[in-house]
């Protein structure tokens, strides 16, 4: 097993450059490593954080008074049946690698989540998702170790629970580490649908049309880097843990409540009747715009929903002080709450 370090400053690995020192770090190569490390810490009762990549992360100054795990295990496998391939990766593995292969090989269905920072074991727990794709519609089962079991187990997507920037893995926060996560994608040198309108604009191309698998990375990836959301250690807008917010989504109510106090705002009725209103809109509307400053934090000057870090200077009690003063601005002026995306560690919102 790996040697555990003691004292290691968390903040070179979170992309929003905050966190202070572990109690003690440790890294998993394989996923018996891991599943041993998780045991043997859960038998000594010691607090463990499963480390990935870092993008969804807001650690405490005061770093992390337990064990910190970064996940480094490696390998993908590649089945093939009824005309789809399977692929089942390890969590360890670059999540923007696995898709750049996927689309070399002419395997559709992530193409649209290029860019998007982080390893493959993260993916699950907040159904990653962005341009009208999330890992949802791919995922066909994870494997997991139940640290209240204490056993691995393969979870089927539907016991995953996914939904909008959530899974069941979120409702229960820390009992299951990702070990593993097999993707079911389409062999076709084509892109799924078109399913997001400025990509569709951007490519060329009608709403439900499909593209070269290529084009449609590079639309992707151009439309993020001119939101700063492709991580760049040229471009301080990409120290942030990607949008700090989601958009909030509104039972019949609220949305009444919300459409009394801004009529006309933009919204996108759901299939199950609720309202999904975009958060950048509001942020902005509640007068927050791009680049707005609190101290060493700074909203994204390309991006609303991003708060970032420009200088790396600035610790988490910085950037939560900005968080909360766009969120209080935001309920003052319409009355509804913002809520956080990233995972807050040690730190509260
Ligand atoms: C510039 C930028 C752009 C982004 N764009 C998007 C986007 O478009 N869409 C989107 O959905 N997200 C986006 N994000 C957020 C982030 O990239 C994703 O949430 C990503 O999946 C996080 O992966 P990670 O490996 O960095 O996770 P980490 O930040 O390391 O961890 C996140 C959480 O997952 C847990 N975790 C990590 N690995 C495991 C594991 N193996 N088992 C169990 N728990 C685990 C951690 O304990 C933590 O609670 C963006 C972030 C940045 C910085």
Not at 116 to 139: E, F, H, K, M, R
Request: net charge negative; hydrophobic share 40%.
């Amino acid at each position: 097993m790996a040697d555990r370090l003691a004292g290691v400053p968390l903040a070179p690995y979170t992309t929003l450059r905050t966190g202070g020192p572990a109690r003690a770090f440790t890294q998993a190569e394989t996923q018996d490593e891991l599943v041993a490390t998780m045991a043997e810490a859960d038998r000594a009762g010691e607090p463990v954080l499963v480390l990935g990549g870092g993008s969804n992360l807001v650690v405490s100054d005061d770093g992390f008074d337990g064990l910190v795990v970064r996940v480094a295990t490696r390998g993908v496998e590649v089945t093939s049946d009824d005309g789809r391939v399977r692929v089942t990766v390890q969590a360890g593995e670059d999540w923007d690698a696995l898709v750049a292969r996927c689309v070399a090989e002419g395997w559709s269905g992530v193409e649209c989540l290029s860019g998007v920072p982080g390893l493959v074991g993260s993916t699950p727990i907040q159904n990653v998702g962005a341009y009208g794709q999330d890992v949802s519609q791919t995922v066909t089962g994870v494997r997991v170790y139940d640290r209240i079991a204490g056993e691995v187990r393969d979870l089927t997507a539907a016991e995953c629970g996914f939904a909008y920037r959530h899974s069941a893995f979120k409702h229960d926060p820390g009992r299951h580490v990702v070990l593993a996560v097999t993707y079911a994608l389409e062999r076709s040198p084509l892109s799924g649908p078109v399913a997001y309108r400025e990509l569709a604009v951007r490519l060329g191309v009608e709403l439900g049309e499909r593209v070269p698998l290529s084009d449609a990375r590079e639309g992707v990836l151009g439309l993020r880097r001119g939101k700063g959301m492709v991580l760049d250690p040229g471009d301080p807008d990409t120290r942030s843990a990607g949008s700090f917010f989601t958009n909030p989504v509104l039972g019949p109510d609220e949305a009444a409540a919300l459409a009394l106090r801004a009529p006309g705002h933009p919204r996108w009725d759901m299939p199950d009747g609720t309202v999904k209103v975009p958060a950048a809109w509001l942020i902005e509307n509640a007068g927050f715009p791009k680049g707005y400053e609190k101290g060493r934090a700074r909203i994204s000057t390309k991006h609303t929903l991003a708060l970032t870090n420009p200088t790396g200077e600035a610790g988490a009690d910085e950037l939560l002080a900005l968080a909360r003063e766009v969120r209080d601005g935001v309920h003052e002026k319409f009355g509804v709450w913002l809520v956080n995306e990233p995972v807050l560690v040690g730190v509260s919102f």
